[in-house]
């Protein structure tokens, strides 16, 4: 007895396969970069907003699937990231990004901001929405 249905199951999951790799990744993909640029904005330091303005999103597609880039395009931009830092107050015996009393990067006497805000942002504090993120984009 011929099985029924294979036609139609290799279609379905083809179909299935092909909008998982598609659309659903690269809407994914793009949100994540999204809630990154945000978190990121609130540690860029601010002094003319040159930087700030600078910020950027890119969404690219190859061989290996969707790649989200975030970046700022000023030329001195990796210059701040990479910078050392220091924090205003000499006494932070705690995590130095526990910025909850008001503790606050001070390279340039810019309000706000703290060392590698890129990084941080994403490795640090949209961890749990990026999971979100990807649970939602990715549920069929």
């Not at 249905?5 to 790799?21: D, F, H, M, P, W």
């Not at 003319?48 to 597609?61: A, G």
């Not at 830092?85 to 703290?114: A, E, L, M």
Request: aromatic share 10%; charged share 25%; net charge positive.
């Amino acid at each position: 007895m011929p099985l029924k249905g294979v036609k139609e199951a290799k279609a379905a999951t083809a179909k299935l396969v092909g909008r998982i790799s598609g659309d659903l990744s690269e809407r994914t993909v793009t949100e994540i970069c999204i809630i990154g640029q945000g978190y990121a904005s609130v540690r860029t330091p601010v002094d003319t907003s040159l930087l700030i303005n600078s910020q950027y999103r890119k969404v690219t597609h190859d061989s290996n699937g969707y790649k989200g880039r975030v970046g700022y395009t000023a030329e001195y931009a990796a210059a701040v990231h990479d910078a050392k830092g220091t924090f205003k107050d000499k006494d932070v015996w705690r995590d130095p990004w526990d910025h909850s009393r008001g503790y606050f990067w001070d390279p340039k006497g810019s309000p706000g901001g703290s060392p590698r805000f890129l990084q941080v942002a994403f490795e640090v504090d949209a961890g749990a929405d990026i999971r979100a993120a990807i649970k939602r984009g990715m549920a069929l």
